[in-house]
Protein backbone atom coordinates (compact mmCIF):
# COMPACT_ATOMS: atom_id res chain seq x y z
CA UNK A 1 0.00 0.00 0.00
CA UNK A 2 1.60 3.40 -0.82
CA UNK A 3 2.12 5.60 1.81
CA UNK A 4 1.02 9.33 2.00
CA UNK A 5 3.90 12.39 2.22
CA UNK A 6 2.80 12.75 6.01
CA UNK A 7 4.08 9.58 6.53
CA UNK A 8 7.53 9.64 4.60
CA UNK A 9 7.49 13.56 6.46
CA UNK A 10 8.79 14.88 2.92
CA UNK A 11 9.19 18.70 3.16
CA UNK A 12 9.38 20.58 -0.21
CA UNK A 13 9.73 24.67 0.34
CA UNK A 14 10.14 26.88 -2.56
CA UNK A 15 11.60 30.13 -1.41
CA UNK A 16 10.65 33.94 -3.60
CA UNK A 17 11.72 36.82 -4.03
CA UNK A 18 14.21 39.10 -2.83
CA UNK A 19 11.99 38.52 0.69
CA UNK A 20 12.72 34.71 0.12
CA UNK A 21 9.27 33.95 1.06
CA UNK A 22 9.11 30.26 2.23
CA UNK A 23 6.01 28.63 -0.11
CA UNK A 24 5.26 24.96 1.18
CA UNK A 25 4.54 22.16 -1.32
CA UNK A 26 1.65 20.35 -0.84
CA UNK A 27 -0.18 16.96 -3.10
CA UNK A 28 -1.44 18.71 -6.38
CA UNK A 29 -0.86 21.92 -5.57
CA UNK A 30 0.77 24.63 -7.80
CA UNK A 31 3.35 27.14 -7.11
CA UNK A 32 3.39 30.17 -9.14
CA UNK A 33 6.45 32.58 -9.67
CA UNK A 34 7.45 34.94 -12.12
CA UNK A 35 10.49 34.61 -14.83
CA UNK A 36 13.39 36.21 -13.45
CA UNK A 37 12.24 36.44 -9.65
CA UNK A 38 14.83 34.45 -7.28
CA UNK A 39 13.72 31.26 -6.31
CA UNK A 40 15.02 28.75 -4.27
CA UNK A 41 14.01 25.02 -3.03
CA UNK A 42 14.80 22.66 -0.05
CA UNK A 43 14.00 19.09 0.09
CA UNK A 44 13.97 16.94 3.43
CA UNK A 45 12.28 13.49 3.82
CA UNK A 46 13.01 10.82 6.78
CA UNK A 47 13.98 8.48 4.00
CA UNK A 48 17.23 8.75 2.43
CA UNK A 49 16.31 6.81 -0.66
CA UNK A 50 13.40 9.62 -1.32
CA UNK A 51 14.29 12.05 -4.18
CA UNK A 52 12.91 15.18 -5.79
CA UNK A 53 12.67 15.33 -9.59
CA UNK A 54 11.47 19.05 -11.20
CA UNK A 55 11.77 19.66 -14.89
CA UNK A 56 14.42 21.45 -15.78
CA UNK A 57 16.68 20.65 -13.55
CA UNK A 58 19.38 18.54 -16.36
CA UNK A 59 20.01 22.11 -17.61
CA UNK A 60 21.80 23.38 -14.52
CA UNK A 61 25.32 22.44 -13.49
CA UNK A 62 25.88 22.17 -10.13
CA UNK A 63 27.48 19.69 -7.76
CA UNK A 64 24.34 19.69 -5.67
CA UNK A 65 22.64 17.60 -7.96
CA UNK A 66 21.82 13.97 -7.79
CA UNK A 67 21.81 11.35 -10.94
CA UNK A 68 19.80 8.48 -9.97
CA UNK A 69 19.80 4.84 -11.26
CA UNK A 70 18.95 6.01 -14.59
CA UNK A 71 20.84 8.95 -14.58
CA UNK A 72 18.14 11.55 -13.92
CA UNK A 73 19.17 14.82 -12.38
CA UNK A 74 17.31 15.41 -8.43
CA UNK A 75 18.14 16.14 -5.64
CA UNK A 76 18.61 14.04 -2.58
CA UNK A 77 17.03 14.82 0.88
CA UNK A 78 18.97 17.74 3.10
CA UNK A 79 19.48 19.49 0.19
CA UNK A 80 18.95 23.10 1.60
CA UNK A 81 18.69 26.52 -1.15
CA UNK A 82 19.36 25.03 -3.85
CA UNK A 83 19.13 27.58 -6.48
CA UNK A 84 16.94 28.06 -9.36
CA UNK A 85 17.46 31.17 -10.13
CA UNK A 86 18.72 34.28 -8.70
CA UNK A 87 20.58 38.08 -9.73
CA UNK A 88 23.68 36.67 -9.83
CA UNK A 89 23.15 33.36 -11.48
CA UNK A 90 21.07 34.57 -14.63
CA UNK A 91 21.27 32.00 -17.07
CA UNK A 92 18.93 29.72 -16.17
CA UNK A 93 16.40 26.90 -18.09
CA UNK A 94 12.96 28.09 -16.41
CA UNK A 95 11.67 30.28 -19.36
CA UNK A 96 7.52 30.64 -19.02
CA UNK A 97 5.60 27.60 -18.54
CA UNK A 98 4.31 24.73 -16.10
CA UNK A 99 7.75 22.56 -15.05
CA UNK A 100 6.16 18.96 -12.71
CA UNK A 101 7.37 18.50 -9.18
CA UNK A 102 7.48 15.39 -7.84
CA UNK A 103 9.19 13.09 -5.17
CA UNK A 104 9.42 9.25 -5.51
CA UNK A 105 11.45 6.14 -3.70
CA UNK A 106 14.59 5.02 -5.28
CA UNK A 107 13.25 1.80 -7.57
CA UNK A 108 9.31 2.49 -7.34
CA UNK A 109 7.28 3.58 -10.53
CA UNK A 110 5.00 5.55 -8.00
CA UNK A 111 5.08 8.96 -7.21
CA UNK A 112 4.78 10.36 -3.14
CA UNK A 113 3.75 13.18 -3.85
CA UNK A 114 3.32 15.65 -7.22
CA UNK A 115 3.08 19.24 -7.30
CA UNK A 116 3.21 21.96 -10.17
CA UNK A 117 5.80 24.68 -10.88
CA UNK A 118 4.27 27.44 -12.60
CA UNK A 119 6.72 30.42 -14.07
CA UNK A 120 4.78 33.18 -15.73
CA UNK A 121 6.47 35.89 -17.69
CA UNK A 122 7.56 39.08 -16.10
CA UNK A 123 6.36 42.60 -17.47
CA UNK A 124 4.17 41.39 -20.16
CA UNK A 125 1.19 38.99 -20.71
CA UNK A 126 0.86 35.17 -21.46
CA UNK A 127 -0.68 36.71 -24.34
CA UNK A 128 1.76 38.93 -25.46
CA UNK A 129 4.68 36.31 -24.94
CA UNK A 130 2.50 33.97 -27.83
CA UNK A 131 2.49 37.17 -30.00
CA UNK A 132 6.06 37.66 -29.99
CA UNK A 133 6.71 33.86 -30.65
CA UNK A 134 4.65 33.62 -32.99
CA UNK A 135 5.91 36.78 -34.77
CA UNK A 136 9.72 35.55 -34.17
CA UNK A 137 8.13 32.56 -36.11
CA UNK A 138 7.28 33.98 -39.13
CA UNK A 139 9.86 36.62 -39.65
CA UNK A 140 13.36 34.99 -38.33
CA UNK A 141 13.12 32.01 -41.25
CA UNK A 142 14.49 34.56 -43.90
CA UNK A 143 16.94 36.18 -41.24
CA UNK A 144 18.22 32.36 -40.58
CA UNK A 145 17.83 31.57 -44.44
CA UNK A 146 20.73 34.92 -45.40
CA UNK A 147 22.80 33.88 -42.58
CA UNK A 148 22.92 30.74 -43.82
CA UNK A 149 23.43 31.77 -47.47
CA UNK A 150 26.66 33.60 -46.53
CA UNK A 151 28.37 30.90 -44.85
CA UNK A 152 29.09 27.60 -45.46
CA UNK A 153 25.73 26.02 -44.13
CA UNK A 154 23.47 25.79 -47.39
CA UNK A 155 26.63 25.33 -49.66
CA UNK A 156 27.60 22.92 -47.84
CA UNK A 157 24.77 20.16 -48.03
CA UNK A 158 23.78 21.65 -51.63
CA UNK A 159 26.50 19.90 -52.63
CA UNK A 160 25.43 17.37 -55.66
CA UNK A 161 21.89 17.57 -53.94
CA UNK A 162 23.12 15.10 -51.86
CA UNK A 163 21.69 16.63 -48.64
CA UNK A 164 19.01 19.17 -49.79
CA UNK A 165 17.94 21.91 -47.16
CA UNK A 166 14.76 20.10 -46.86
CA UNK A 167 16.80 17.32 -45.84
CA UNK A 168 19.11 18.78 -43.72
CA UNK A 169 16.01 20.91 -42.41
CA UNK A 170 14.76 17.63 -41.32
CA UNK A 171 17.90 16.54 -39.16
CA UNK A 172 17.93 19.52 -37.49
CA UNK A 173 14.45 19.25 -36.17
CA UNK A 174 14.77 15.24 -35.52
CA UNK A 175 17.77 15.86 -33.84
CA UNK A 176 16.40 18.35 -31.87
CA UNK A 177 13.70 16.09 -30.42
CA UNK A 178 16.00 13.48 -30.03
CA UNK A 179 18.07 15.75 -26.94
CA UNK A 180 14.47 15.31 -25.62
CA UNK A 181 13.10 12.31 -26.22
CA UNK A 182 14.37 10.36 -23.14
CA UNK A 183 12.90 12.63 -20.57
CA UNK A 184 9.80 12.75 -21.91
CA UNK A 185 9.59 8.84 -22.71
CA UNK A 186 10.77 7.77 -19.36
CA UNK A 187 8.76 10.06 -17.40
CA UNK A 188 6.24 8.45 -19.83
CA UNK A 189 6.69 4.84 -19.82
CA UNK A 190 7.32 5.01 -15.73
CA UNK A 191 3.55 6.82 -15.16
CA UNK A 192 1.79 5.98 -18.55
CA UNK A 193 -2.15 6.66 -18.75
CA UNK A 194 -3.63 3.27 -17.22
CA UNK A 195 -7.55 2.27 -16.54
CA UNK A 196 -8.85 -0.89 -14.89
CA UNK A 197 -10.33 -3.20 -17.08
CA UNK A 198 -13.23 -5.43 -16.36
CA UNK A 199 -13.31 -8.58 -18.51
CA UNK A 200 -15.87 -12.09 -17.75
CA UNK A 201 -14.81 -15.35 -17.12
CA UNK A 202 -15.83 -18.79 -16.45
CA UNK A 203 -14.68 -19.77 -13.43
CA UNK A 204 -15.67 -22.20 -9.94
CA UNK A 205 -18.10 -21.23 -7.87
CA UNK A 206 -15.69 -21.77 -4.72
CA UNK A 207 -13.45 -18.99 -6.12
CA UNK A 208 -14.16 -15.79 -4.63
CA UNK A 209 -14.36 -13.63 -7.18
CA UNK A 210 -16.68 -10.10 -7.49
CA UNK A 211 -20.26 -10.77 -9.95
CA UNK A 212 -22.61 -8.39 -11.19
CA UNK A 213 -26.00 -8.16 -13.40
CA UNK A 214 -24.53 -9.94 -16.03
CA UNK A 215 -23.16 -12.76 -14.37
CA UNK A 216 -26.78 -13.62 -12.58
CA UNK A 217 -28.14 -13.14 -16.18
CA UNK A 218 -25.52 -15.90 -17.58
CA UNK A 219 -26.68 -18.45 -15.31
CA UNK A 220 -30.14 -18.35 -16.90
CA UNK A 221 -29.00 -18.43 -20.41
CA UNK A 222 -28.33 -21.22 -22.22
CA UNK A 223 -24.06 -20.93 -21.99
CA UNK A 224 -25.05 -20.70 -18.28
CA UNK A 225 -27.22 -23.85 -18.12
CA UNK A 226 -24.43 -25.90 -20.60
CA UNK A 227 -22.11 -25.28 -18.15
CA UNK A 228 -23.98 -26.25 -15.19
CA UNK A 229 -25.71 -29.30 -16.50
CA UNK A 230 -24.21 -31.43 -13.82
CA UNK A 231 -25.22 -28.82 -10.87
CA UNK A 232 -27.61 -30.10 -8.62
CA UNK A 233 -30.10 -26.31 -8.68
CA UNK A 234 -29.56 -22.96 -10.20
CA UNK A 235 -28.76 -21.76 -6.58
CA UNK A 236 -25.76 -23.95 -5.83
CA UNK A 237 -24.24 -23.77 -9.51
CA UNK A 238 -20.63 -25.25 -10.36
CA UNK A 239 -19.56 -22.69 -12.57
CA UNK A 240 -20.10 -19.00 -12.50
CA UNK A 241 -19.07 -15.70 -14.46
CA UNK A 242 -16.79 -13.86 -12.50
CA UNK A 243 -15.74 -10.43 -13.34
CA UNK A 244 -12.18 -10.18 -13.25
CA UNK A 245 -10.14 -6.30 -13.26
CA UNK A 246 -7.18 -6.31 -14.64
CA UNK A 247 -5.00 -3.07 -14.90
CA UNK A 248 -4.23 -2.42 -19.00
CA UNK A 249 -2.58 0.54 -20.75
CA UNK A 250 -4.60 0.23 -23.83
CA UNK A 251 -5.49 4.00 -24.29
CA UNK A 252 -5.84 6.22 -27.53
CA UNK A 253 -3.09 8.59 -25.55
CA UNK A 254 -0.33 5.30 -25.37
CA UNK A 255 -1.59 4.34 -28.55
CA UNK A 256 -0.59 7.76 -29.96
CA UNK A 257 2.73 7.29 -28.56
CA UNK A 258 3.39 4.03 -30.42
CA UNK A 259 2.52 5.57 -33.86
CA UNK A 260 4.12 8.47 -33.13
CA UNK A 261 7.80 6.01 -32.21
CA UNK A 262 6.76 3.94 -35.54
CA UNK A 263 6.83 7.33 -37.79
CA UNK A 264 9.81 8.93 -36.18
CA UNK A 265 11.60 5.66 -36.42
CA UNK A 266 10.69 5.86 -40.58
CA UNK A 267 12.07 9.06 -40.33
CA UNK A 268 15.29 8.81 -38.87
CA UNK A 269 15.74 6.14 -40.44
CA UNK A 270 15.63 8.16 -44.15
CA UNK A 271 17.65 11.13 -43.29
CA UNK A 272 20.38 8.43 -41.84
CA UNK A 273 20.35 6.66 -45.36
CA UNK A 274 20.66 10.05 -47.14
CA UNK A 275 23.48 11.29 -44.87
CA UNK A 276 25.27 7.63 -45.14
CA UNK A 277 24.91 7.77 -49.18
CA UNK A 278 26.22 11.37 -48.75
CA UNK A 279 29.24 10.81 -46.61
CA UNK A 280 30.15 7.28 -49.47
CA UNK A 281 30.38 10.46 -52.40
CA UNK A 282 32.46 11.96 -50.66
CA UNK A 283 34.83 9.11 -49.27
CA UNK A 284 34.94 8.68 -53.52
CA UNK A 285 35.73 12.24 -53.84
CA UNK A 286 38.93 12.12 -51.66
CA UNK A 287 40.28 8.64 -52.86
CA UNK A 288 40.15 10.19 -56.45
CA UNK A 289 41.68 13.66 -55.39
CA UNK A 290 44.86 11.77 -53.44
CA UNK A 291 46.86 11.00 -55.89
CA UNK A 292 46.66 14.71 -57.08
CA UNK A 293 47.94 15.92 -53.42
CA UNK A 294 51.84 16.13 -53.95
CA UNK A 295 51.21 17.66 -57.72
CA UNK A 296 48.55 20.49 -57.00
CA UNK A 297 48.81 22.50 -53.78
CA UNK A 298 44.56 23.39 -54.38
CA UNK A 299 44.07 19.64 -54.24
CA UNK A 300 45.32 19.15 -50.54
CA UNK A 301 42.70 22.37 -49.59
CA UNK A 302 39.72 20.68 -51.32
CA UNK A 303 40.93 17.24 -49.13
CA UNK A 304 41.18 19.43 -46.56
CA UNK A 305 37.53 20.71 -46.71
CA UNK A 306 36.16 17.30 -47.55
CA UNK A 307 37.48 15.73 -44.48
CA UNK A 308 36.39 18.33 -42.93
CA UNK A 309 32.91 17.97 -44.20
CA UNK A 310 33.27 14.26 -43.44
CA UNK A 311 33.76 14.74 -40.17
CA UNK A 312 30.36 16.69 -39.68
CA UNK A 313 28.32 14.31 -41.38
CA UNK A 314 30.01 11.31 -39.47
CA UNK A 315 28.38 13.85 -36.31
CA UNK A 316 25.16 13.80 -37.71
CA UNK A 317 25.52 10.25 -38.48
CA UNK A 318 25.86 9.35 -34.79
CA UNK A 319 22.68 11.49 -33.84
CA UNK A 320 20.60 10.01 -36.30
CA UNK A 321 21.97 6.67 -34.78
CA UNK A 322 21.17 7.76 -30.81
CA UNK A 323 17.90 8.77 -32.07
CA UNK A 324 16.56 5.39 -33.67
CA UNK A 325 18.32 3.80 -30.56
CA UNK A 326 16.41 5.78 -28.20
CA UNK A 327 12.99 5.18 -30.59
CA UNK A 328 13.42 1.58 -30.85
CA UNK A 329 14.08 1.05 -27.04
CA UNK A 330 10.53 2.94 -25.78
CA UNK A 331 8.89 0.67 -28.84
CA UNK A 332 9.94 -2.65 -27.29
CA UNK A 333 8.74 -1.13 -23.66
CA UNK A 334 6.73 -3.13 -21.84
CA UNK A 335 3.70 -0.68 -21.85
CA UNK A 336 3.54 -0.39 -25.46
CA UNK A 337 3.79 -4.11 -26.22
CA UNK A 338 0.94 -5.56 -28.04
CA UNK A 339 -0.79 -1.75 -28.50
CA UNK A 340 -2.17 -1.35 -31.95
CA UNK A 341 -0.51 2.02 -33.09
CA UNK A 342 -2.86 5.04 -34.44
CA UNK A 343 -1.73 6.00 -37.96
CA UNK A 344 -2.11 9.72 -37.69
CA UNK A 345 -1.97 12.53 -34.48
CA UNK A 346 -4.68 11.64 -32.12
CA UNK A 347 -5.81 14.22 -29.59
CA UNK A 348 -7.96 14.84 -26.57
CA UNK A 349 -8.71 16.67 -23.50
CA UNK A 350 -6.51 14.42 -21.68
CA UNK A 351 -3.33 14.80 -24.01
CA UNK A 352 -4.15 18.51 -23.53
CA UNK A 353 -3.93 18.70 -19.82
CA UNK A 354 -0.85 16.13 -19.96
CA UNK A 355 2.76 17.82 -20.90
CA UNK A 356 4.21 15.03 -22.01
CA UNK A 357 1.38 13.69 -24.54
CA UNK A 358 1.15 17.06 -25.34
CA UNK A 359 4.36 17.44 -26.29
CA UNK A 360 4.59 14.26 -27.93
CA UNK A 361 1.80 15.30 -29.99
CA UNK A 362 2.94 18.30 -31.10
CA UNK A 363 6.57 16.37 -32.06
CA UNK A 364 4.74 14.07 -34.19
CA UNK A 365 2.21 16.98 -35.86
CA UNK A 366 5.26 19.13 -36.60
CA UNK A 367 7.07 15.94 -38.13
CA UNK A 368 3.89 15.42 -40.35
CA UNK A 369 3.74 19.24 -41.23
CA UNK A 370 3.12 19.72 -45.38
CA UNK A 371 5.59 21.84 -47.45
CA UNK A 372 7.86 21.68 -44.24
CA UNK A 373 10.94 23.36 -45.26
CA UNK A 374 13.73 25.05 -42.94
CA UNK A 375 16.94 27.04 -44.90
CA UNK A 376 19.39 26.37 -41.77
CA UNK A 377 23.05 27.08 -41.46
CA UNK A 378 24.42 24.51 -39.14
CA UNK A 379 26.02 27.24 -36.67
CA UNK A 380 22.93 28.14 -35.13
CA UNK A 381 21.90 26.50 -32.11
CA UNK A 382 18.42 25.40 -32.06
CA UNK A 383 15.76 26.01 -28.48
CA UNK A 384 13.43 27.68 -27.13
CA UNK A 385 14.43 30.79 -25.00
CA UNK A 386 13.53 32.13 -21.94
CA UNK A 387 12.08 35.35 -22.13
CA UNK A 388 14.10 38.67 -22.18
CA UNK A 389 16.32 36.69 -24.87
CA UNK A 390 13.36 35.82 -27.15
CA UNK A 391 12.43 39.88 -26.43
CA UNK A 392 16.28 41.05 -27.45
CA UNK A 393 15.62 38.71 -30.74
CA UNK A 394 12.24 40.45 -31.33
CA UNK A 395 13.74 44.24 -30.91
CA UNK A 396 16.27 43.63 -33.26
CA UNK A 397 13.48 42.37 -35.56
CA UNK A 398 11.15 45.14 -35.39
CA UNK A 399 13.95 47.71 -35.30
CA UNK A 400 14.55 46.49 -38.58
CA UNK A 401 10.75 46.63 -39.36
CA UNK A 402 10.83 49.88 -38.18
CA UNK A 403 13.46 51.32 -40.07
CA UNK A 404 11.47 49.46 -43.36
CA UNK A 405 8.19 51.72 -42.56
CA UNK A 406 10.63 54.64 -42.83
CA UNK A 407 11.48 53.71 -45.98
CA UNK A 408 14.82 51.63 -45.90
CA UNK A 409 15.10 49.01 -47.80
CA UNK A 410 17.21 45.61 -46.80
CA UNK A 411 19.74 45.18 -49.79
CA UNK A 412 20.90 41.80 -47.44
CA UNK A 413 18.98 40.02 -44.68
CA UNK A 414 15.92 40.06 -46.09
CA UNK A 415 13.22 38.58 -44.16
CA UNK A 416 9.80 39.57 -45.44
CA UNK A 417 9.59 37.60 -48.57
CA UNK A 418 6.31 35.52 -48.22
CA UNK A 419 8.30 32.62 -49.68
CA UNK A 420 10.68 32.18 -46.36
CA UNK A 421 7.53 32.88 -44.48
CA UNK A 422 7.31 29.07 -42.03
CA UNK A 423 4.02 28.26 -42.68
CA UNK A 424 4.04 26.01 -39.23
CA UNK A 425 5.72 26.86 -35.72
CA UNK A 426 9.41 27.40 -36.42
CA UNK A 427 12.00 26.40 -33.48
CA UNK A 428 13.42 30.24 -32.82
CA UNK A 429 17.10 29.73 -33.51
CA UNK A 430 19.64 31.23 -31.55
CA UNK A 431 20.95 34.95 -33.66
CA UNK A 432 24.28 34.81 -33.98
CA UNK A 433 26.70 37.72 -32.69
CA UNK A 434 27.35 40.39 -35.28
CA UNK A 435 24.09 39.15 -37.33
CA UNK A 436 24.43 42.21 -39.77
CA UNK A 437 20.93 43.50 -42.03
CA UNK A 438 22.03 46.75 -44.57
CA UNK A 439 19.34 48.92 -45.39
CA UNK A 440 19.12 51.83 -47.79
CA UNK A 441 16.88 54.92 -48.42
CA UNK A 442 18.78 57.72 -51.43
CA UNK A 443 22.10 58.17 -50.39
CA UNK A 444 21.15 56.82 -46.68
CA UNK A 445 22.67 53.44 -46.29
CA UNK A 446 22.44 51.81 -42.62
CA UNK A 447 24.16 48.26 -41.16
CA UNK A 448 21.58 47.49 -38.45
CA UNK A 449 24.25 44.95 -36.20
CA UNK A 450 22.95 42.39 -33.90
CA UNK A 451 25.09 41.76 -30.50
CA UNK A 452 28.34 42.88 -32.13
CA UNK A 453 31.30 42.57 -29.18
CA UNK A 454 33.08 46.03 -29.89
CA UNK A 455 37.16 46.47 -29.62
CA UNK A 456 37.42 48.02 -26.71
CA UNK A 457 40.44 50.43 -27.97
CA UNK A 458 41.24 52.07 -31.38
CA UNK A 459 44.20 49.38 -31.93
CA UNK A 460 41.56 46.84 -31.49
CA UNK A 461 39.49 48.40 -34.06
CA UNK A 462 42.36 48.45 -36.59
CA UNK A 463 43.37 45.50 -35.98
CA UNK A 464 39.76 43.67 -36.62
CA UNK A 465 39.11 46.26 -39.66
CA UNK A 466 36.67 47.96 -37.46
CA UNK A 467 35.99 51.87 -37.85
CA UNK A 468 34.19 52.13 -34.46
CA UNK A 469 35.55 51.42 -30.96
CA UNK A 470 34.11 51.29 -27.31
CA UNK A 471 36.54 52.85 -24.75
CA UNK A 472 34.03 52.30 -21.57
CA UNK A 473 33.33 48.99 -19.93
CA UNK A 474 30.19 48.10 -21.83
CA UNK A 475 30.72 47.13 -25.13
CA UNK A 476 28.23 44.61 -26.39
CA UNK A 477 24.91 46.65 -27.21
CA UNK A 478 21.97 44.85 -28.18
CA UNK A 479 21.32 46.82 -31.45
CA UNK A 480 23.53 49.23 -33.26
CA UNK A 481 22.25 51.56 -36.10
CA UNK A 482 25.66 52.54 -37.96
CA UNK A 483 24.47 55.72 -40.43
CA UNK A 484 26.38 56.81 -43.61
CA UNK A 485 25.73 59.13 -46.21
CA UNK A 486 27.25 58.62 -49.50
CA UNK A 487 29.18 56.42 -47.87
CA UNK A 488 30.58 58.44 -45.22
CA UNK A 489 29.88 57.43 -41.56
CA UNK A 490 28.46 59.84 -39.54
CA UNK A 491 26.78 58.38 -36.75
CA UNK A 492 25.34 55.45 -34.79
CA UNK A 493 21.93 55.05 -32.84
CA UNK A 494 22.59 52.43 -29.91
CA UNK A 495 19.56 50.62 -29.19
CA UNK A 496 19.59 48.01 -26.03
CA UNK A 497 16.51 46.06 -25.55
CA UNK A 498 15.81 46.15 -21.67
CA UNK A 499 12.99 43.55 -20.63
CA UNK A 500 12.86 45.21 -17.37
CA UNK A 501 9.94 47.34 -15.51
CA UNK A 502 10.76 51.00 -16.33
CA UNK A 503 12.44 52.29 -13.04
CA UNK A 504 14.65 49.34 -13.10
CA UNK A 505 15.94 50.99 -16.54
CA UNK A 506 16.20 54.46 -15.29
CA UNK A 507 15.26 56.29 -12.00
CA UNK A 508 15.56 60.38 -12.05
CA UNK A 509 15.40 60.24 -8.39
CA UNK A 510 18.51 58.11 -7.90
CA UNK A 511 20.41 59.49 -10.61
CA UNK A 512 23.12 60.76 -7.76
CA UNK A 513 22.40 57.71 -5.97
CA UNK A 514 25.73 54.94 -5.60
CA UNK A 515 23.22 52.54 -5.80
CA UNK A 516 21.35 53.69 -8.80
CA UNK A 517 19.86 51.27 -11.68
CA UNK A 518 22.92 49.55 -13.80
CA UNK A 519 21.18 49.81 -16.18
CA UNK A 520 21.42 53.87 -15.89
CA UNK A 521 25.15 53.30 -15.71
CA UNK A 522 25.22 51.19 -19.16
CA UNK A 523 23.18 53.68 -21.07
CA UNK A 524 25.25 56.34 -20.06
CA UNK A 525 28.08 54.42 -20.77
CA UNK A 526 26.99 53.62 -24.31
CA UNK A 527 26.36 57.35 -24.82
CA UNK A 528 30.26 58.48 -23.51
CA UNK A 529 32.16 56.04 -25.16
CA UNK A 530 31.33 55.00 -29.11
CA UNK A 531 34.51 56.36 -30.72
CA UNK A 532 35.26 56.31 -34.69
CA UNK A 533 38.97 55.87 -35.58
CA UNK A 534 38.82 58.79 -37.94
CA UNK A 535 38.02 61.22 -35.69
CA UNK A 536 41.02 62.52 -33.74
CA UNK A 537 38.85 64.49 -31.06
CA UNK A 538 37.33 61.72 -29.81
CA UNK A 539 33.78 62.94 -29.87
CA UNK A 540 31.12 60.09 -29.04
CA UNK A 541 29.63 59.25 -32.11
CA UNK A 542 26.18 57.88 -30.46
CA UNK A 543 23.81 60.11 -31.90
CA UNK A 544 20.98 58.62 -29.26
CA UNK A 545 21.47 56.16 -26.86
CA UNK A 546 17.75 54.22 -26.85
CA UNK A 547 16.36 51.80 -23.95
CA UNK A 548 13.38 49.63 -25.31
CA UNK A 549 11.22 48.26 -22.82
CA UNK A 550 7.55 46.33 -22.29
CA UNK A 551 6.74 48.29 -19.21
CA UNK A 552 3.45 50.44 -19.34
CA UNK A 553 4.47 54.01 -19.54
CA UNK A 554 5.19 56.88 -21.90
CA UNK A 555 5.76 55.42 -25.57
CA UNK A 556 8.83 58.14 -25.68
CA UNK A 557 10.69 59.34 -22.86
CA UNK A 558 13.59 62.03 -23.20
CA UNK A 559 15.91 61.79 -20.06
CA UNK A 560 16.55 65.14 -18.84
CA UNK A 561 20.51 66.38 -19.58
CA UNK A 562 21.19 63.00 -20.86
CA UNK A 563 20.89 61.41 -24.58
CA UNK A 564 19.51 58.87 -23.15
CA UNK A 565 15.73 57.70 -23.96
CA UNK A 566 13.24 55.06 -23.23
CA UNK A 567 10.91 54.30 -25.66
CA UNK A 568 7.91 51.60 -25.06
CA UNK A 569 8.01 48.87 -27.74
CA UNK A 570 5.35 46.07 -26.70
CA UNK A 571 3.89 42.82 -28.88
CA UNK A 572 0.16 43.81 -30.20
CA UNK A 573 0.80 47.26 -30.55
CA UNK A 574 2.39 49.72 -33.60
CA UNK A 575 5.68 50.62 -34.49
CA UNK A 576 4.32 54.29 -35.62
CA UNK A 577 6.47 55.95 -32.46
CA UNK A 578 9.44 54.20 -32.67
CA UNK A 579 9.53 54.48 -36.33
CA UNK A 580 9.54 58.12 -36.67
CA UNK A 581 11.52 58.35 -33.78
CA UNK A 582 14.44 56.98 -35.80
CA UNK A 583 13.67 58.39 -38.81
CA UNK A 584 13.97 61.96 -36.98
CA UNK A 585 17.23 60.38 -35.79
CA UNK A 586 18.88 59.21 -38.68
CA UNK A 587 17.90 62.68 -40.37
CA UNK A 588 19.34 64.91 -37.48
CA UNK A 589 22.86 62.44 -37.66
CA UNK A 590 23.25 64.09 -41.62
Sequence with gaps: MAMHPEDKEISIIFFTGKQEIPRQVIQDSVIEVFERENLYVSFSSNQEDMYLYIDGLDGYD??????????????????????????????????????????????????????????RPNNITEDQLDVMRQELNE???????????????INLYEEKELLPPKML?????LNHMVKELGVTLEDLSRRPDQ???????????????????????????????????AAKS????????????????????????????????????????????????????????????????????????????????????REMQKGIFYVRKYMDHPVFKGLKQVSTPYYSLKIQRDWRYKKVFG?????????????????????????????????????????????????SGWI???????????????????????????????????????????????????????EG????????????????????????????????IWNNDRVEDENRPKNMNTLQNYSNSLKYIGDSAGVSKAIRVIALHPSYGPEIENMEDTNVSLIQLRPKEKLTHYSQYLERLIKGGN
Excluded at 83 to 107: C, H, Q, T, W
Excluded at 485 to 496: C, M, P, Q
Design 195 to 229: YLSQQYREVKANVTCKQDAKSYRWLLSVQGQRANS
Design 363 to 411: WWKQLRSQNFQIYQCQDFKLQWKRTDVLYEYWCYIKTIIALEQSGYSPV
Design 234 to 317: VEHPEVILGVIHHLTYDTNENRMVLGFLHYALSELEYVLRAIRCTLSEEHRAIEVRTPYLVIQKSTSHEVRALKGKLERLEFME
Design 139 to 153: MVQGLAFDQARTSHG
Design 416 to 470: YDDVNRANQEFIVPVLQDDTLVKMVKGKIQLSVRFNEKMSRAKRGALRSNRILYM
Design 169 to 173: AEFVI
Design 473 to 504: TNYKPDIRIDVFNNDVYSGSVIVDAKYRKRLN
Design 62 to 119: SLKLHLDEEGIPCLRPGTGRFSLYSDINEDYPLIPADYMVFVKRKGEAKDALEATLRV
